[in-house]
Structure formats: structure tokens, C-alpha cells
């Protein structure tokens, strides 16, 4: 309670030094110290068959990425989130296949935004666990380093660390990917409903970095999920989630099950994962409801993983609705 109450008198006292040099006052102030999510969606972005429509898809990252940075043109606005002269890692989801998984049209898009903000094709690697699960997914597998990789842990040259990393109750071994290919990650889940852990988003996709991640599906991915995104080894270098939710699943996932596809149109981006899970947990649990379906929480699937992210231990984000500054456009 001191802590809030210290952070109070601070907010307030910079917003009356500010005094008529600004119009910002306490409530922007204390404002800026939420964490930042944008849900950006677009009706139309499948067409009548089902397909996306790639264009609108770019459009609609241009817009989400412009009102997360206050960034009118998508190139400024990529510069405020991605440094030149690193190598970026795009961590997909290729779990589910082609319907579930994220999309083709998505990461060309941010492929072609951040070479437009200036990183070379050879700086830019979409990753994941599995070589197969790229390519149900719809990608083309690709090694040479002039040129954007596309490459998963099993193939040839890269595998996991030998030695294993720790934090709390999680000991794992990275794919080598992460630990040396990459400077800076940005991170590309699906949001899905999720047998266990309740949903699956942001920080749960780094799973798929990891050589068993079935040992950390005990007791609803809880604190497995908060644990693993707190080593340094990965913490360090994820900085930003662009979230499809272009297509999910409400019920059944992670895997695909057409009777409980949904298009919910949206992209969901920012910094904060726990934030991201969180925004995306209660986009499932209104689809649920409007499908009559129970919460997950009484089908015994609890997203406790986001309260343990969030606390004192892990401080990974925060899962208080107070402390989100949720922009949906």
C-alpha cells in the first residue's frame, strides 16, 4: 500500500510541476504507467472462401503498429520498436496447420515492414520447433544466409544446448536458434483455446523453443509457462508479440478442430505477454459464452499461469484489467 501511495504523490506532483507547459495531467500520467495492448480488427479480412485476404492483412498490422508506437507511417513506426544491425527472430506457431497456425500472409508482412525499417533480409529468421510444422503451415523451408530464413530446431545445424538453463521449477535446453541465431525476438502465437493451461498465446508459444515441453504441462501449465519466460536466455531477447487471432479455436486446442474454428479478424500486439494473454483469454471466454459454452476455469482448465506471471517473483507483466491501457480499433 505504501508503494501505491508513494507512486500516487510521485504521478501527482510531476503533474503539477508541469503545470500549464502541458495539458497532460494525472489521469494521462498515470495512464502511461499501464501496460499497452492494441486489438486492431477488420471484418473483412477472409473472404467469402474462407481465405485471407493479404492486403487487408498488411493493412491491418500497419494499423495496429501505428496506434501501439502513436506512429502515423509504418516505417517510423517500426523503427520505435526493432534495432538495425541485429539479427530478429519471428517465433510462429505451425502447430495446427494451415487454419490454426500463424499466418503466411502475417509474417510476409512483418517481414517486409521491418526491411522497409531497414534490417537486411539476412538479419531476419522465422523459427520454430519442427521443419514439418513450417511447412503444413504453408511456409517454404530456406537456410541461406543472404536471404530470410526459414528454419526449425530439428534440422541439420542447429538442435538444443547441451547445457540446460534454469528458473524456479523449470530446467530445459533452448534451441540453439533462440541462444544463437537471434538478437532480438519478436514473438508471432495463435490464440487458442488449450486442453490444459486454458489458453494458449503469447508466453506459452515458447514451448516451442524447448527441447520437452511436455514436462511443463503439469498442474495447468503452472508455473512451467511463467518459470520458462523468465530465463534470461529467452527473457533477454523477447521484446514484442504480434498475436494472430485472425482464426482460433474457442474449444479442443491446441490442435485444430474445424467445429470450433471462429474468424475473431483481429491482430493483437504489444510488449507486455502477460497483458497480451490476458486480453486474449477473455476474447476466448466471450466467444465460450456467446457459443453457451462454461468458462474455462469450470471445465478445470484456470489461466492461474497468468497470475504467476504477474507476481512479485516472475514480473513478467501485469493480468490486472487497472493497469491495461486496452485501445481496440
Known sequence: MNSRREFLKTAATGAMLLGTQSKL?????????????????????????GHLDEKRVADLLD????????????IEAWKRIVPVGKV???????????????????????????????????????????????ER????????????????????????EEQPAAFGSVRVNFTKILTRECDFVINLPVLKDHDLAGVTFSLKNFYGAI?????????????????????????????????????????GGPQFHPEHLWYPNALIVGHDPVAIDYTGWKIVERKR??????????????TTFLVTAADAKHNLGTNDPQRIHLMEI
Open 25 to 49: 495531467g494525472l489521469a494521462e500520467l498515470l495512464d502511461q504507467q499501464k501496460s499497452k495492448v492494441v486489438v486492431a480488427r477488420d471484418a473483412e479480412l477472409h473472404t467469402a472462401g
Open 63 to 74: 494499423r495496429a503498429i501505428a496506434t501501439y508506437t502513436g506512429r502515423d507511417k509504418p
Open 88 to 134: 530478429i527472430g519471428l517465433k510462429i506457431n505451425g502447430l495446427g496447420g494451415k487454419p490454426i497456425a500463424t499466418h503466411l500472409a502475417l509474417t510476409l508482412a512483418v517481414c517486409e515492414r521491418l526491411q522497409q525499417a531497414g534490417v537486411k533480409p539476412s538479419e531476419i529468421v522465422v523459427w520454430e520447433c519442427r521443419h514439418s510444422d513450417l
Open 137 to 160: 503451415a504453408g511456409y517454404t523451408i530456406s537456410t541461406d544466409r543472404s536471404r530470410i530464413r526459414c528454419i526449425g530446431t530439428d534440422m541439420d545445424g542447429f538442435g538444443f
Open 211 to 251: 527441447q520437452r515441453p511436455a514436462e511443463l504441462h503439469g498442474s495447468a501449465c503452472n508455473p512451467g509457462i511463467a518459470d520458462l519466460n523468465c530465463i534470461p536466455a529467452l527473457r533477454d531477447k523477447f521484446r514484442f508479440t504480434i498475436g494472430d487471432a485472425t482464426a482460433s479455436i474457442y474449444e
Open 289 to 302: 459464452a456467446e457459443m453457451g459454452m462454461p468458462t474455462l476455469e469450470s471445465t478445470g482448465r484456470p
